[in-house]
């Protein structure tokens, strides 16, 4: 019997370290923003923020999905994607800014990931 990375194509694990290794930057740097903005709540507003509460949950949804995608690359990547959508929904300045797009585009690695692994272990299946 075959491992997992065995079965996997090329493209598939090159597609997915490039997910991991963007998802892993973009937590560690929101990480790094958000200690930030812990430890010196002074150089924020909060008056001009929409809705702080929903939109630290809607943070916590895509950072969450975007680890969770390292287990299960659906469920994960789609949960990161409901968060960014809540967040152009509460903050629609938000999505004026280019940086905030890496969220979803790494949240699509994960799932093109998922598909490519479906679609490979489904011809291995008809093969075999």
């Known amino acids: 019997m075959k491992n997992k990375t065995s079965s996997e194509n090329k493209t598939t694990r090159v597609i997915r370290r490039i997910a991991r290794i963007s998802g892993l930057i973009l937590i560690l740097l929101t990480l790094s923003f958000a200690i930030v903005y812990i430890f ?31 287990k299960w690359e659906l469920i994960g990547a789609l949960i990161s994607l409901v968060g960014f959508i809540v967040v152009g ?14 969220f ?25």
Not at 42 to 67: D, K
Not at 89 to 102: F, H
């Open 40 to 70: 010196f709540p002074e150089q924020h507003n909060p008056n001009t923020e929409p809705t702080p509460i929903a939109m630290i949950l809607a943070g916590v949804f895509i950072l969450g999905g975007l680890g969770l995608a390292w």
């Open 89 to 102: 929904i509460l903050n629609p300045d938000a999505m004026t800014k280019p940086m905030m797009y890496l």
């Open 104 to 128: 979803p585009l790494t949240a699509i690695l994960f799932i093109i990931c998922w598909r490519l692994n479906k679609l490979h272990s489904i011809k291995e299946e008809n093969v075999g």
